[in-house]
């Protein structure tokens, strides 16, 4: 059963007791050798940019580890892959990929092209990482990226899932090293706190994204970015209704001044509420880009200075007949609800 309505430091220490379950389910042997996601599959944010991230960002850290014990000298790279347990990967693939962004000479001479040494842009990339790592803040907000969208990837249709899972994936590596449980616990805090995700009462515990979250990942930015958008108007958790209709969830304060007696506000939260939830509509893609253009057309003449009120009744009407098409949810009822109530205040 999902617990709504916790404060920061019941998230905080949800988060921390989750990742001490982790650290103790999850040993180090079975870590290296889960089903894997490509190395080609890369995480959100680059600690070399431009350049690798995720395995390969480690193959760079791994060759120059190697490349001290034998300066000057091509190194084959298979024992990398099986260092890891990357059953999955090719080391002549992986040797390609540095390659092809000028990091690695290969040696092409002879055998499989699997031996291979740093270049100056990859001693250059290598030092870089060794510097990035250093950066805390830079560190969480790859964590945080790299959790969201691998809960997108893994679970977008809201499927619980164990986020211990995630250290098993490129995403878990920053500059080449892996996450800590310290990361992941802070990550978790944070997206749980701005109800990106869910924290289910599960054994052991899992987590889900939220309608918000998948808007986060849909839009192809930062946590950061869609922490700190500006949001006019009404802003709704992503909570369904209580058994009485009542939404239970968190407004901005909304402040307008116009000259024409419309009190444009029901029609702000509508097109709020209708933005955050048209992901879990049941909608095709063509229907869902449809509603949310006409719900940005709304909050735009809502916020506008004055609104008028022909347009706010053409695109609330608009809405509530796209809303009729997902009526089996009952996050498409209460926003008809929601319409109703905006057009009925509309000729008062």
Known sequence: MARNGINKREIDKWARNLVKETNKSLERA???NP?????????????????????????LLWLDDREKQNPGGY???????????????????LALQLDQHGLVQILRAMGPRTHVRLTDAGRV???????????????????????????????????????????ATPGSYFAGTEISGTDLHQALAYLAEHKLIEHIDTDPATVTITPQGVSCALTGGSVQDHVN???????????????????????????QNNTDGVDPTLFVQLAGYVGQVSPILGLSDEDRVELERVAQE???EATSGNPEPGRLRQFATQLKDQLLAGATTMAATQGIQMTEQALAGLVQ
Do not use: C
Request: glycine share 4%; net charge negative; proline share 8%.
């Open 30 to 32: 079975q870590r290296r």
């Open 35 to 59: 089903p894997r996601v490509s190395a080609q599959i890369e995480a959100t944010s680059s600690a070399v940019p431009g350049e690798v991230t995720g395995y390969l960002a480690r193959l």
């Open 75 to 93: 190194i084959d790279i298979t024992a990398f892959p099986e260092e890891l347990r990357l059953e999955d990967e090719d080391p002549a693939i």
């Open 125 to 167: 990339a290598v030092r870089e990482q060794k510097d990035v790592q250093k950066d805390r803040a830079a560190r969480l907000r790859h964590t945080m990226d790299a959790l969201l969208r691998w809960l997108f990837d893994t679970a977008n249709d809201q499927t619980p899932v164990n986020p211990a899972l995630f250290l």
């Open 229 to 255: 958008q500006p949001r006019p108007g009404a802003t709704y958790n992503t909570y369904l209704p209580n058994a009485k209709g009542v939404l239970i969830g968190e407004q901005q304060h909304f402040t």
């Open 298 to 300: 709304l909050h735009d």
